[in-house]
């Protein structure tokens, strides 16, 4: 019954910026790790960016310096500030996260159905 929903996809010209939103819903006990990963079309999905539940964060090296993921506990949700887009960040992203439901015995980890990121001139 939980669910993570992406937003705030869409085209960007190089050098602009995006924030992605990834709201999680459903009978939440609590959550963890929080994440966002992405695929491109050919190539397999990769990891860009973590944060804990004690908002510590980690980054892939080819998005350091130019994105920032933060998290809102209140909301259950996720965000990613994308800036300095460059055409190799267009790809399908999609938000992960480890929760713990009321319904399930322990910590799961669910995926989003993912959010497109066109960045092009």
């Known amino acids: 019954q939980v669910q993570l929903v992406e937003s705030g996809g869409g085209l960007v010209q190089p050098g602009g910026s995006l924030r992605l939103s990834c709201a999680a819903s459903?009978?939440?006990?609590?959550?963890?790790?929080m994440g966002w990963y992405r695929q491109a079309p050919g190539t397999q999905r990769e990891f860009v960016a973590l944060?804990?539940?004690?908002?510590?964060?980690v980054y892939a090296d080819s998005v350091k310096g130019r994105f920032t993921i933060s998290r809102d506990n209140d909301k259950n949700t996720v965000y990613l500030q994308m800036n300095s887009l460059k055409h190799e960040d267009t790809a399908v992203y999609y938000c992960?996260?480890?929760?713990?439901?009321?319904?399930?015995?322990?910590?799961?980890?669910?995926w989003g159905q993912g959010t497109q990121v066109t960045v092009s001139s």
């Open positions: 992960n996260a480890d929760i713990r439901s009321s319904s399930a015995p322990r910590t799961y980890n669910y």
């Open positions: 459903g009978s939440i006990v609590s959550i963890n790790a």
């Open positions: 944060i804990t539940s004690s908002t510590n964060t």
